[in-house]
């Protein structure tokens, strides 16, 4: 059996990713040898220690990343400055710091400045998720098949880059290595604002006078169905996402908004060709992604 990337892991935030990763180290202990949860809420460590998902919880971060040669940052990225801080001082030499964060700009901005010397801070972001969250929705296979990008800053150590990618490879996931800026623009089109257009559509349903509200969601067709889906997920992750890459998310939302505004020229003036073309651009990538197993 191989040896665990990790000696010790401790896993700040206990939400889907966190709880999936720690579900995967019970089969096996390949990731980690001793696994740590940090949850900010003690009903969150409560439910984690009921489910014997992890060997200790801490509450306080520092104590957590105490003696630790892996620590991965779990939590919304907005809450990453202050974890930072907090546990800068009490990580050893040698030790790896990541995160699953969807954001890398800001998490290199907001964590590297607290990264000690002899540490190494090799930022990630696994492409895999689900409209749930809290330590019961994770589950061992969320990352089978699904990307991971690592970001690191310029100069990390190649081979922690190395151990992080056999940490996701060991997770099921296929891994890539991206510049923070490119990762940015790239999430800005294929997640973040696929979010904001789900969520602003059903806040739009939910402003509709009382009966035409009822009749929509009485009579929701799959399309709706799919927004709903998505607009259902942790609005403090997704309020942190949206702030912290708002200059790629704003050009991708405006040339969306062009592109829309394009769309409904051609419904007004009935330019049958233009629609037909933008649907059958959709469907072909529909059918990428098929061809790729990312659908």
Request: glycine fraction near 8%; aromatic fraction near 6%; charged fraction near 25%.
């Amino acid at each position: 059996m191989a040896e665990p990337v990790f000696r010790r892991l401790a896993l700040i935030g206990l939400g889907l990713i966190g709880s999936s990763i720690a579900r995967i180290n019970l089969d096996g202990r390949t990731l980690a040898g001793e696994l740590v949860a940090c949850a900010r809420t003690p009903k969150t460590l409560a439910r984690v220690a009921e489910l014997g998902i992890a060997d200790r919880v801490e509450a306080d971060p520092a104590r957590a990343v105490a003696g630790c040669d892996g620590v991965i940052l779990c939590a919304p990225v907005g809450s990453f400055a202050d974890l930072a801080a907090a546990i800068g001082p009490h990580l050893q030499p040698g030790a790896i710091l990541s995160d699953v964060g969807s954001t890398k700009q800001s998490v290199i901005r907001d964590v590297g400045p607290h990264v000690p010397d002899g540490v190494h801070f090799i930022p990630g972001h696994p492409l895999a998720g689900t409209e749930y969250s809290g330590p019961d929705a994770g589950f061992a296979a969320l990352f089978q098949g699904r990307w991971t990008l690592l970001t690191p800053p310029d100069g990390a150590d190649a081979a922690a880059i190395e151990r992080m990618a056999e940490f996701w490879r060991r997770c099921g996931a296929m891994v890539e290595t991206m510049e923070p800026g490119h990762h940015d623009r790239v999430l800005a089109i294929v997640s973040h604002l696929p979010h904001l257009i789900a969520f602003t559509i059903c806040g739009t349903a939910d402003d509709l006078a009382d009966e035409s509200r009822s009749q929509v969601l009485k009579f929701a067709a799959s399309g709706f169905r799919d927004f709903t889906r998505i607009a259902a997920s942790d609005p403090v992750m997704w309020r942190d996402v949206f702030l912290n890459n708002r200059e790629a998310l704003l050009e991708m939302l405006a040339r969306f908004m062009e592109d829309a505004q394009a769309m409904a020229r051609a419904v007004r003036w009935a330019d049958a060709a233009y629609i037909e073309d933008k649907v059958e651009r959709g469907r072909k990538i529909r059918r990428s992604l098929i061809e790729l197993k990312q659908a």
